[in-house]
């Protein structure tokens, strides 16, 4: 259930917005969402949502927020083509605006300049965010292992992680599962190729550094969007 707000003044980013499934003590729920009572408050002021990856803990939670708070969504090709179904089913395909972003493609949303970074993790096209505002640069890194053999063949991305290091970063916001683990994560193996195809998507925005936004089948062992990832104790909603 992750789900993290970011403000500057009177602008404010959501980073994820997930859900879990119920504890064994929590008879009679179905599904957990983060509280949006603060983003509800400050609905005027929350400019758009920002997803790292596809997983249900990422973005499952995503109705609940958009029925309140209209705003658009960012997210690469692939969590997109997951967010196109939630959106159809809950009735809000035509009122949410979907807005494609790929890695080291920066864009702008009121005072924050934001690059995705490619990571690898369970599921392809997910990428961590380096964030850039008025008081540093922010990393969120979302849910990801380092594989050296990723399933779509598109490797981590550490040269850019590494050139933020170098310029320095303001506040890591990182991943956690199995840290405490000696060893690791073993990779997913190859892919089925029928597997990586996604059904077309519905017309949609691309972001563009010259563009600043408006303010307002089977499952693979890979591609999987169950509550697996990370939650981060950083990654909870105000």
Known sequence: MNCLALRWED?????????????????????????????????????????????????????????????????????????????????????????????KVKFTIGPFTIEPI?????????????????????IHTGDFKIDLSP?????????????????????LLQDSTNVERSGYTPANGPSNPASTKSSPAPKRSSSSPASPPPSTASASPWNWPGPTAARSPSSAAP
Do not use: Q
Not at 61 to 71: D, F, M, N, T, Y
Not at 118 to 138: K, Q
């Open 11 to 103: 602008d404010i980013i959501v980073i994820d917005a997930g859900l879990m499934f119920p504890e064994s003590e929590l008879l009679g729920v179905d599904i957990v969402v983060p509280d949006i009572s603060y983003l509800i408050e400050n609905r005027a002021h929350v400019r758009a949502i920002i997803l790292t990856h596809g997983h249900e803990d990422h973005i499952g939670g995503l109705p609940w927020i958009l029925s309140e708070i209209k705003v658009p969504v960012y997210a690469t090709e692939f969590t997109l083509a997951y967010v196109d179904g939630k959106l159809e089913e809950h009735k809000l395909t035509d009122l949410i605006e979907l807005i494609e972003i790929e890695p």
């Open 118 to 138: 490619r990571v690898t993790h369970s599921l392809v096209d997910c990428v961590a965010l380096a964030i850039e505002t008025p008081v540093g640069v922010v």
């Open 151 to 171: 399933p779509d063949g598109k490797p981590f991305d550490l040269h850019t992680f590494a050139e933020y290091g170098k310029r320095g970063v303001l506040a």
